[in-house]
């Protein structure tokens, strides 16, 4: 199946650091790209979301960043919390006929209190 | 906000066997549905995408006998694993997107298939 599918990269922070994931997307022509949290035996939950017309959104605690020229798209986390361990995948929506969403590797964050 | 959900959440099965797994969108209807699957410390893998009324399209090295889809009403999806071996063992998730101009892509909960 169509995947980009690797084992999972670490990321471990500090309680109350910023925390940063990158992704890497494989399609210069996809539209819009997701954020996702996953937690253990759980589908993912949607973070925040971006347009290919847009450079960065906000959310509460979130920023998405995309860098279209490198095809680059990453997450901050201000203020991370122990709520906040997790795997997130970075997700493109590929502008074909159903428009499917393709899953990047992923990051599993580790918080330590 | 937008509910999908499946079932059964576990299944646990003998080689050989036939599982089906229902992925529902409980307060909206769904023209898409997608079926993944992960594979522990990976990321979701597309396997098929499905569209009420028609036949499902395959991901390049996802077995169509294999892996049976039917979206048979605008909330339901169905998921059939047939003769399953042990290398099926994964963790099966389903996301349906409502109607036309809608971007968002709501995930079931998953479903968790052990083939001993």
């Given amino acids: 199946g169509e995947s980009v599918g690797l084992h999972l990269p670490t990321l471990s922070v500090q309680e109350g650091d910023n925390s940063i994931i990158n992704c890497a997307y494989s399609n210069s022509a996809s539209d819009y790209f997701i954020w996702y949290k996953q937690e253990s035996g759980k589908g993912p939950q949607f973070i925040i979301d971006i347009r290919s017309n847009m450079d960065k959104r906000q959310g509460q605690r979130v920023t998405v960043l995309l860098n279209k020229t490198v095809k680059h798209l990453s997450l901050q986390i201000a203020a991370t919390q122990p709520g906040d361990s997790a795997v997130y995948l970075c997700a493109e929506r590929m502008k074909t006929s159903y428009d499917k969403v393709i899953f990047g590797p992923g990051t599993s964050l580790s918080v330590i209190p | ?116």
């Fill in chain 2, 1 to 116: 906000g937008a509910v999908v959900s499946q079932h059964p959440s576990w299944v646990i099965c003998k080689s050989g066997t036939s599982v089906k797994i229902e992925c529902r969108s409980l307060d909206f209807q769904a023209t898409t549905m997608f079926w993944y699957r992960q594979f522990p410390k990976q990321s979701l893998m597309l396997m098929a995408t499905s569209n009420e009324g028609s036949k499902a399209t395959y991901e390049q090295g996802v077995e169509k006998d294999k892996f049976l889809i039917n979206h048979a009403s605008l909330t339901l999806s169905t998921l059939t694993v047939t003769s399953a071996h042990p290398e099926d063992s994964s963790f099966y998730i389903c996301s349906a997107r409502g109607l036309a101009g809608q971007m968002g892509q709501f995930f079931g909960p998953g479903t968790r298939l052990t083939v001993l």
